[in-house]
């Protein structure tokens, strides 16, 4: 205080007459009394602003890139219902678990899944070390380009694919292999890098689920391993936040330094009834909502759905729009909707639409 007020002696002066103490004394209690109306008015000032900080903000929209559709209605009210503690259907910030299929759902399947072209490309590079190959069906239909072979495949890349193309390395060097192979390789419609064609009106998803607690994770019949080097820059899905097919592996010493090897056995598949599985090996809870494009996610989606307490949604994307990119659901060997676009009316999934829900296609 004594940096604010001047000495006493100094303010009031001194004075032996008592007419001129009390005038000095009544000035000075006016001092005191105009510093604390000022604190008062600016604490007033203050408390106001902050009061207009606190208010509510309108949302700007989350999700621009949907049409302003039921679906989209559905999914607003399910977030801001699960995030809210005075709603019925309140969940948890920890409980708050989304999880998406990849290939169809968050980016795009057709012709063949990327996957299956990286498969293709790896067994063509080692089919001269390899020339019992040529006398397996399914490699030998590969290595051919025979396409009516390769689209009867059917919803996921086959076991004896991912054995022959995926193993037999470190899993440093597939890492490396896998990222060379996305910055190179480009879709053969329209002629550009995989990672270019993930669906801009997903990622907006996944951000405002983000933005308001969730956790969001792929779940999908592709290879962990083929997934994680690029999902982070893509989705913003971390490496431990990707669930799928895996192969086993082991640890060995290779020339003095510790190295985990990728062996030709298959740990989980990924897909169908391995999709709840994995969800619930790698995160032990049940997610509330889940989005899938097929009927490789059927299981999937009753498993978050089946769920008790709290709000839950279910969400298939279905393939209608052929001209900005394609149109398939029931005859179709890659990413088939039959089972599962049957199932949504009763048991409550929204059938999202790209050709009505979606007013914008790939990343921006």
């Known amino acids: 205080m004594s940096s604010l007020f001047p000495k006493r002696d100094t303010l009031i002066g001194r004075t032996d007459s008592p007419t001129d103490g009390r005038f000095q004394r009544w000035r000075w209690l006016g001092f005191v009394a105009v510093f604390v109306l000022s604190c008062a008015a600016s604490q007033t000032q203050l408390i106001a602003e902050q009061h207009v900080t606190e208010q509510p903000v309108q949302w700007r929209d989350p999700l621009p890139s949907w049409n302003n559709t039921a679906a989209k209605a559905k999914i607003i009210d399910f977030v801001r219902a699960v995030s809210d503690p005075h709603d019925p259907g309140y969940f948890a910030p920890e409980e708050r678990i989304a999880t998406f299929d990849n290939d169809g759902t968050l980016w795009v399947e057709q012709p063949l899944y990327a996957e299956l072209a990286f498969a293709i490309y790896r067994i063509e ?56 192979w996305m910055r190179n390789a480009r879709h053969p419609r329209f002629e550009r890098p995989y990672t270019d064609l993930t669906y801009q009106p997903q990622l907006e998803l996944l951000a405002f689920l983000r933005a308001n607690g969730f956790r969001t994770y792929i779940v999908c019949a592709g290879t962990v391993e083929f997934m994680r080097p690029w999902a982070g820059e893509a989705y913003g899905i971390r490496p431990d936040q990707v669930i799928g097919t895996s192969v086993e592996t082991t640890y060995e010493i290779q020339g003095g330094k510790a190295s985990l090897l990728r062996l030709p056995e298959i740990y989980l598949v990924g897909d169908a009834s391995g999709k709840p599985i994995g969800i619930q090996r790698h995160i032990g809870q049940r997610p509330i909502l889940a989005f899938g494009n097929s009927d490789g996610d059927f299981e999937m989606l009753q498993w978050t759905t089946h769920g008790s307490g709290g709000a839950r949604l279910g969400l298939i994307l279905h393939h209608d729009d052929a001209k900005r990119e394609y149109a398939y659901d029931r005859q179709s060997n890659i990413g088939r909707l039959d089972k599962a676009l049957d199932e949504a009316d009763e048991s409550g999934w929204v059938v999202v639409s790209m050709k009505s829900d979606w007013n914008s296609m790939f990343a921006e």
């Open 125 to 180: 590079i080692l089919a001269q070390a390899h020339p019992e190959w040529k006398t397996v069906d399914l490699l030998r239909a590969l290595l051919t380009s025979d396409t009516p072979a390769m689209l009867a495949l059917g919803s996921r890349v086959p076991i004896e694919v991912i054995v022959a193309s995926h193993t037999g390395m470190s899993t440093t060097v597939f890492d490396t292999i896998v990222r060379e």
